[in-house]
């Protein structure tokens, strides 16, 4: 099982532009979710799908991030415009189930935006 | 979910057990223990879970208090690589309940 990916691993970006954050849930797992972490904040729940739904999107910070799950095995999270504080380690995790499982946790995407 | 308190920093020896502690006095009776760790740089891993009964896998054992307030971890002997951040999670485990809440957790430092 190669496990949940996360791409790109790292992304340096200007204030300003566009940046979009991939993720390969493993396969058979039908809940998807997207964190956040920073010094200051700790580990952050951004949002999360089940079934290619987004449930619950109260953690997304502002309007100008944006999460889509298109299909069971591909979710975007992407930030327009973005800004250095930004800055930050996001990480996708997958779970099988609608009830509390054990989440799987990718690499994470260190972002910089400078 | 009910709230945990956790050491900011422990320290262990290796080949010793490291025993790592979570108070969860507000924890109700549908609630679970989740324990996961984050070494460094790399995304948090599931460790264990349990609701009453003490649970034992490859990786850790989890022993739970019969009120149920408290918790302790157990990695029965350490290794350098098992230096990471532990977090205890108080979460219910039923339909809908998805979020996990990651507080500060226990920063584990292993020694040769």
């Known amino acids: 099982d190669a496990g949940v990916i996360q791409s790109p691993r790292h992304e340096v970006t200007e204030m300003g532009q566009e940046v979009t954050l991939r993720c390969k849930p493993i396969?058979?797992?039908?809940?998807l979710f997207w964190y956040r972490q920073t010094m200051m904040r700790g580990l952050e729940l951004l949002i999360y799908f089940n079934n290619n739904v987004p449930i619950d999107d109260s953690g997304m910070p502002e309007d100008r991030f944006s999460a889509k799950m298109p299909n069971a095995s591909f979710s975007t999270l992407k930030i327009q415009p973005s800004e250095p504080r930004d800055s930050a380690v996001y990480f996708c995790?997958?779970?099988f189930g609608t009830g509390g499982y054990e989440q799987y946790f990718g690499p994470g995407t260190r972002l910089t935006v400078t | 979910d009910a709230k945990t308190t956790q050491p900011p920093s422990m320290d262990c020896a290796e080949g010793r057990a490291a025993n790592l502690p979570c108070n969860h006095s507000?924890?109700?009776?549908?609630?679970?223990v989740y324990w996961y760790r984050q070494i460094h740089s790399q995304g948090p891993q599931y460790i264990i879970h349990?609701?009453?009964n003490n649970e034992t896998n490859e990786m850790a054992s989890l022993i739970i208090t019969e009120d149920r307030k408290s918790s302790t971890l157990i990695l029965p002997h350490a290794t350098l690589r098992d230096t990471a951040v532990y977090y205890c999670i108080v979460r219910f485990r039923l339909q809908g309940a998805q979020k996990l809440v990651f507080g500060q957790g226990t920063r584990l430092t292993i020694n040769p």
């Open positions: 507000t924890i109700s009776g549908n609630e679970y």
């Open positions: 349990g609701l009453k």
């Open positions: 396969s058979g797992h039908n809940s």
């Open positions: 995790a997958s779970s």
